[in-house]
DNA sequence: CCGCAGGCCCCAC
DNA sequence: GTGGGGCCTGCG
């Protein structure tokens, strides 16, 4: 099997700290679902082995090896709050995912907890897509653009409310409007997918991060927003839009690598959701 | 059975 | 320009 090399990167906190919704642990590898493509990988120390569909070229895109992971770091590393959460995270990176599949998982994201997202994501693929095979883990490919258009699927996948918006997408959208929006300047890539109907500030920048490259975008959560008024307002409450505009002027053209880190800890802090961990060394931290 | 989840939209003030 | 309720659905 081909072996990458990765420095700097660590394969689980990339694939579990929420910004994805396909990867599955199965023993010691990461079966990826990413559109079409299915693959699994697994990481010892800085090698990387994959299989399935998957390149050198496909793998160091999509988990951004190419980032300067150091100069991000220091950059965002301004306090102690970021300072900690480097420290546990360090090697996590934004990937570059589909900017479709994007869109449509962050507009299923909508009112839903991390667990419920990743079974109407499912369902979406197993309603619309087409069966994909490795081992044997079987899963479906993410429908493409324009085979979302069926309202009684839409319905029948579970996505509620969402189907709408969904559908909404999948009529306005191609592949090539969506590459288009990679184009800076950001506020302007912005505006346009916020033209979509169900996409407002939140769902934008986690498209705009996870998927066009803009890694100024701080997608402003629940979770966020509580760690962000504690943090930095002394305990005030803040609005989202106060929130994100001091954070990109804080932490700077990297911002959205600040809030990975920092939604990562305090998930940890909170007890986040209930993942069925793998690991052994359950290490409390106990309040 | 009620309340809420990684939001958005619409409607009052 | 802010603030609060409703919304599909699943789960505690």
């Given at each position: 099997?081909?072996?990458?090399?990765?420095?700097?990167?660590?394969?689980?906190?990339?694939?579990?700290?929420?910004?994805?919704?396909?990867?599955?642990?199965?023993?010691?590898?990461?079966?990826?679902?990413?559109?079409?493509?299915?693959?699994?990988?697994?990481?010892?120390?800085?090698?990387?082995?994959?299989?399935?569909?998957?390149?050198?070229?496909f793998?160091?895109?999509?988990?951004?090896?190419?980032?300067?992971?150091n100069?991000?770091?220091?950059?965002?590393?301004?306090?102690e709050?970021?300072?900690?959460?480097?420290?546990?995270?360090?090697?996590?990176?934004?990937?570059?995912?589909?900017p479709?599949?994007?869109l449509?998982?962050?507009?299923?994201?909508?009112?839903?907890?991390?667990?419920?997202?990743?079974?109407?994501?499912?369902?979406?693929?197993?309603?619309?897509?087409?069966?994909?095979?490795?081992?044997?883990?079987?899963?479906?490919?993410?429908?493409?653009?324009?085979?979302?258009?069926?309202?009684?699927?839409?319905?029948?996948?579970?996505?509620?409310?969402?189907?709408?918006?969904?559908?909404?997408?999948?009529?306005?959208q191609?592949?090539?409007?969506?590459?288009?929006?990679?184009?800076?300047?950001?506020?302007?890539?912005?505006?346009?997918?916020?033209?979509?109907?169900?996409?407002?500030?939140?769902?934008?920048?986690?498209?705009?991060?996870?998927?066009?490259?803009?890694?100024?975008?701080?997608?402003?959560?629940?979770?966020?927003?509580?760690?962000?008024?504690?943090?930095?307002?002394?305990?005030?409450?803040?609005?989202?839009?106060?929130?994100?505009?001091?954070?990109?002027?804080?932490?700077?053209?990297?911002?959205?690598?600040?809030?990975?880190?920092?939604?990562?800890?305090?998930?940890?802090?909170?007890?986040?959701?209930?993942?069925?961990?793998?690991?052994?060394?359950?290490?409390?931290?106990?309040?």
């Amino acid at each position: 099997m081909p072996i990458l090399k990765a420095n700097d990167f660590s394969l689980a906190h990339t694939l579990e700290c929420g910004q994805v919704f396909r990867a599955a642990k199965v023993g010691d590898w990461y079966y990826v679902n990413a559109r079409d493509r299915l693959f699994k990988i697994r990481q010892k120390g800085d090698d990387l082995t994959y299989d399935g569909d998957a390149d050198d070229a496909f793998l160091r895109r999509y988990f951004s090896l190419d980032h300067d992971l150091n100069e991000i770091l220091a950059k965002i590393g301004l306090d102690e709050h970021v300072s900690k959460a480097i420290e546990q995270y360090r090697g996590l990176r934004i990937l570059r995912q589909d900017p479709w599949e994007c869109l449509i998982s962050f507009l299923c994201s909508r009112a839903q907890n991390i667990p419920n997202i990743k079974k109407t994501v499912e369902s979406i693929c197993e309603t619309f897509g087409k069966k994909v095979r490795l081992d044997d883990y079987v899963s479906y490919a993410f429908p493409a653009p324009g085979q979302l258009k069926d309202m009684e699927g839409l319905k029948a996948a579970k996505t509620g409310f969402r189907a709408e918006s969904i559908a909404a997408a999948n009529s306005l959208q191609t592949e090539e409007s969506l590459a288009a929006l990679a184009k800076p300047p950001y506020p302007d890539a912005k505006k346009k997918l916020m033209e979509l109907p169900g996409v407002a500030d939140k769902v934008a920048d986690c498209v705009l991060l996870f998927s066009l490259g803009f890694l100024q975008a701080f997608p402003v959560d629940t979770w966020i927003k509580q760690a962000m008024c504690e943090c930095y307002f002394g305990g005030q409450k803040v609005s989202p839009d106060k929130i994100r505009e001091f954070a990109q002027i804080y932490f700077g053209e990297y911002a959205g690598y600040a809030q990975q880190y920092l939604f990562c800890q305090i998930r940890l802090a909170k007890g986040g959701e209930p993942e069925p961990e793998e690991e052994e060394n359950g290490q409390e931290t106990g309040t």
